[in-house]
């Protein structure tokens, strides 16, 4: 088996059966030849104002950690984990205030009641497939667990999201998440992210097309505050896409409700279409910063992720199931849970407004990201290819966005 990249790529293969299989699964899920991978600004998609922090990702909210664990077996496990790690401290008694924004809630979030009730987490977010949220929770909570400053603790809550990437993986099949858990916790740094179809996006879908795992950041200037937004999502839903106002769906004949409203175009021919075709699918975005702020004014923040999940032509149709999980790293308005007073010192809600169009910004050149990113993954159910780039090119370009290369 395939056993999982770590977050910079690299494989590790674990005897010569597992190396066999991998060659196996190689073959099958990875064409000779790629097309070539380009993040959203190569193609001169930079949406909004703001300007990117140095890794243009979640990382570069200082401390932040991301890590992924891709598994691949046979012809039919296309899944995996990607975690996000808030600090290198000790997370369960060094708390992050954390809030929960549900864009369509027709999915599964693992944890959350808690988060509302407390407005904090004490876990690492992992994201998975729809299925693997169990298996994937119970592995961290013995990872956090096995911790021995955690000795004496009897209850943890794991916070794990998911989209549902059965269009190319048998998700009833759960083999391996465990592990994946471990090796994407472990691994994880605070460097560059690898996107595209890694860890809990290398069976995901958008608009047809292969998803993934897309990044982004924003860094407000010193007048405003200075502070950094971070986004990270899984990207595995649907609708008319649009890059910068631009119907890249329509001109490029694919787009929910097709067969509807232009009835010659015929039935889904693959695992991509068929999931695309009225816009269903999910989409987890996680947002980190390190404004101080507590779960009332994440919340506020969760929701204008939404407006950038909008801005690329997802109407979160009933079958997707969008949620947005945000946390601030500030050191002033961390919890200790054996605290009898918290004292926090929280932005006020007028210097609220440039991190909302931060936001708005991020998420919609991450979602860019998860797409261009992605590589052809193909499995039993068929092959999902990536969004053409060399045809998207002289789209933007007849809009004037982009240069002339």
Same mark, same amino acid.
């Given at each position: 088996?395939?056993?999982?990249?770590?977050?910079?790529?690299?494989? +590790?293969?674990?005897?010569?059966?597992?190396?066999?299989?991998?060659?196996?699964?190689?073959? %099958?899920?990875?064409?000779?030849?790629?097309?070539?991978?380009?993040?959203?600004?190569?193609?001169?998609?930079?949406?909004?104002?703001?300007?990117?922090?140095?890794?243009?990702?979640?990382?570069?909210?200082?401390?932040?950690?991301?890590?992924?664990?891709?598994?691949?077996?046979?012809?039919?496990?296309?899944?995996?984990?990607?975690?996000?790690?808030?600090?290198?401290?000790?997370?369960?008694?060094?708390?992050?205030?954390?809030?929960? +924004?549900?864009?369509?809630?027709?999915?599964?979030?693992?944890?959350?009641?808690?988060?509302?009730?407390?407005?904090?987490?004490?876990?690492?977010?992992? %994201?998975?497939?729809?299925?693997?949220?169990?298996?994937?929770?119970?592995?961290? *909570?013995?990872?956090?667990?096995?911790?021995?400053?955690?000795?004496?603790?009897?209850?943890?809550?794991?916070?794990?999201?998911?989209?549902?990437?059965?269009?190319?993986?048998?998700?009833?099949?759960?083999?391996?998440?465990? +592990?994946?858990?471990?090796?994407?916790?472990?691994?994880?740094?605070?460097?560059?992210?690898?996107? @595209?179809?890694? @860890?809990?996006? +290398?069976?995901?879908?958008?608009?047809?097309?292969?998803?993934?795992?897309?990044? *982004?950041?924003?860094?407000?200037?010193?007048? %405003?505050?200075?502070?950094?937004?971070?986004?990270?999502?899984?990207?595995?839903?649907?609708?008319?896409?649009?890059?910068?106002?631009?119907?890249?769906?329509?001109?490029? @004949?694919?787009?929910?409700?097709?067969?509807?409203?232009?009835?010659?175009?015929?039935?889904?021919?693959?695992?991509?279409?068929?999931?695309?075709?009225?816009?269903?699918?999910?989409?987890?975005?996680?947002?980190?910063?390190?404004?101080?702020?507590?779960?009332?004014?994440?919340?506020?923040?969760?929701?204008?992720?939404?407006?950038?999940?909008?801005?690329?032509?997802?109407?979160?149709?009933?079958?997707?199931?969008?949620?947005?999980?945000?946390?601030?790293?500030?050191?002033?308005?961390?919890?200790?849970?054996?605290?009898? %007073?918290?004292?926090?010192?929280?932005?006020?809600?007028?210097?609220?407004?440039?991190?909302?169009?931060?936001?708005?910004?991020?998420?919609?050149?991450?979602?860019?990201?998860?797409?261009?990113?992605?590589?052809?993954?193909?499995?039993?159910?068929?092959?999902?290819?990536?969004?053409?780039?060399?045809?998207?090119?002289?789209?933007?370009?007849?809009? @004037?966005?982009?240069?002339?290369?």
């Amino acid at each position: 088996m395939l056993d999982l990249p770590r977050g910079d790529g690299r494989l +590790h293969l674990r005897g010569i059966a597992a190396a066999a299989s991998f060659l196996a699964c190689l073959a %099958l899920a990875i064409p000779v030849s790629l097309p070539a991978q380009v993040r959203a600004r190569a193609l001169g998609l930079a949406p909004g104002v703001f300007a990117p922090g140095p890794r243009n990702a979640i990382t570069d909210v200082a401390g932040v950690r991301v890590g992924h664990a891709t598994v691949s077996n046979g012809d039919s496990i296309r899944t995996g984990v990607t975690a996000i790690v808030p600090h290198g401290g000790d997370l369960f008694r060094d708390r992050v205030p954390a809030a929960l +924004h549900v864009g369509n809630g027709f999915g599964k979030l693992l944890g959350v009641t808690q988060v509302r009730e407390l407005g904090e987490i004490e876990t690492p977010i992992l %994201l998975t497939c729809t299925l693997c949220i169990w298996p994937a929770g119970d592995a961290l *909570a013995q990872w956090m667990l096995a911790k021995p400053e955690n000795a004496a603790v009897r209850s943890i809550n794991p916070i794990v999201g998911e989209t549902n990437d059965g269009a190319l993986n048998a998700t009833r099949s759960r083999a391996g998440i465990g +592990h994946a858990v471990v090796e994407a916790l472990s691994t994880a740094d605070t460097g560059v992210v690898a996107e @595209g179809s890694v @860890g809990a996006g +290398h069976g995901t879908v958008m608009f047809g097309w292969k998803g993934g795992i897309g990044t *982004a950041s924003r860094r407000l200037p010193a007048t %405003l505050g200075g502070y950094t937004v971070g986004i990270l999502v899984q990207g595995n839903y649907g609708g008319v896409l649009q890059m910068a106002g631009v119907p890249i769906g329509q001109l490029l @004949g694919r787009y929910a409700f097709q067969r509807d409203v232009a009835p010659d175009f015929g039935r889904p021919s693959g695992p991509g279409d068929a999931q695309a075709e009225h816009g269903d699918g999910s989409c987890m975005i996680v947002i980190a910063t390190d404004a101080p702020m507590l779960a009332r004014n994440l919340e506020r923040l969760g929701a204008r992720a939404i407006m950038g999940l909008a801005r690329t032509g997802s109407s979160a149709s009933n079958g997707s199931g969008d949620y947005v999980l945000a946390f601030s790293t500030a050191a002033r308005v961390r919890r200790n849970p054996d605290a009898a %007073l918290a004292a926090s010192e929280e932005l006020g809600n007028d210097a609220m407004s440039a991190l909302f169009q931060a936001v708005t910004e991020a998420t919609e050149e991450a979602l860019y990201n998860a797409l261009l990113m992605a590589t052809p993954v193909s499995s039993r159910a068929g092959t999902v290819r990536p969004l053409p780039v060399d045809s998207v090119r002289p789209l933007l370009r007849a809009r @004037g966005i982009g240069t002339s290369r």
